[in-house]
């Protein structure tokens, strides 16, 4: 079946303006995952969700961070007044449950430029 | 708090032979699991193997296994018979098992050059 898939693929964008990156995971994974991949590092957590709660949204950076799943498939991550900072890559995943030895699999990311 | 510790940052192997890459980590957990995925180019994070603490065996699948020394608290991916399509990053990461679903920790990543 199709892989988790994120749009857009490349996003440039200026300094102050609001971003929207979507993620569609695998059909039937009911636990989706966010995380930020600066250049030369590992992923980092952003938020998870299980079904349309947000369980933990702990790794956001700040309340200029906010993602909503609001029928517990497609995903949106939201970050306004863009910062040249968060400029990265941003991962998507999903997991057939919330149960942590489920593999979590990958989108290919969305690539945000901050200019 | 968890930790994953990769201290190469890149490593070169010939064709068709084994290569190790090196993951340490630091957990208070008592139960937890170990990943490693692959990163190409193309920037998607492809799963390659998965270890859990109370697991007996080490872990394989196909050409990957997994050196897991408890101990140590080391857990070393082996790819043998390497192919110049295992050129990438790697990434292990770990998530603890007792406090509900906890978020993937990934280390820094070692680059794998596979040359001809």
């Known amino acids: 079946g199709a892989g988790v898939s994120q749009t857009p693929s490349n996003k440039v964008t200026e300094k102050g303006k609001y971003v929207e ?5 695998i ?4 636990a989706l995952y966010w995380y930020r991949q600066s250049l030369g590092q590992g992923p980092e ?8 709660g947000a369980a933990d949204d702990s790794g956001l950076p700040n ?3 906010f993602a909503v799943r609001p029928e517990g498939s497609v995903s949106t991550l ?7 900072g968060d400029s990265a890559v941003y991962l998507c995943a999903s997991s057939l449950s919330e149960f942590s030895a489920d593999t979590q699999y990958f989108g290919p990311g969305t690539r945000l430029t901050v200019l | 708090a968890q930790k994953i510790t990769q201290t190469q940052p890149g ?3 010939q064709e068709k032979e084994a290569v190790t890459l090196d993951c340490t980590y630091d957990t208070s957990d008592p139960s937890y699991g170990l990943f490693w995925y ?8 492809i799963f390659l193997i998965y270890q859990g603490s109370y697991d007996q065996q080490n872990a394989t699948e196909g050409r990957y296994s997994l050196n897991f020394q408890k101990a140590r608290k080391s857990a070393n991916l082996v790819i043998s018979a390497s192919q110049l399509g295992d050129s990438a990053m790697y990434f292990c990461a770990m998530r ?3 406090s509900g679903n906890t978020p993937l920790v990934f280390g820094k990543g070692t680059r794998l050059s596979v040359i001809a």
């Open chain 1, 63 to 65: 309340d200029r961070f």
């Open chain 1, 78 to 84: 939201k970050i306004q007044r863009t910062e040249r």
């Open chain 2, 11 to 13: 490593m070169f192997v």
């Open chain 2, 38 to 45: 692959k990163q190409p180019s193309s920037g998607e994070m």
């Open chain 2, 96 to 98: 603890g098992h007792s």
């Open chain 1, 27 to 30: 059909s039937g994974h009911t």
């Open chain 1, 45 to 52: 957590f952003l938020i998870y969700f299980q079904g349309t």
């Open chain 1, 21 to 25: 990156l979507r993620c569609d995971p």
